[in-house]
């Protein structure tokens, strides 16, 4: 089961990291607020996400908080699903 930890539980538009079994890092992920960009970081690639027509509902704080680390362990689970 994978578990998530915000770099800074304070403010979840600095990121996270996803960790799977044993600890194993899954994915790191930040968030460009300028640009409205999702970086997620999986076994040194990186994928960028443009995330400019997410609802505006989502860009609030309470919003990133729920919707960012899903959408870049989404983003991970397709890209490794992809390469199968």
């Given at each position: ?17 996803w ?28 994928k ?37």
């Open positions: 089961m994978a578990t998530h930890r915000f770099n800074y539980p304070n403010d979840p538009t600095q990121g996270g990291t960790f799977g079994d044993a600890g194993r890092r899954i994915c790191d992920w930040s968030w460009d607020p300028s640009t409205k960009t999702l970086k997620v970081t999986s076994y040194g690639r990186g960028h996400m443009d995330l400019i027509s997410i609802g505006e509902e989502l860009l609030t704080p309470e919003g990133l908080r729920d919707k960012l680390p899903q959408v870049a362990l989404e983003v991970v689970q397709r890209k490794h699903k992809s390469r199968r």
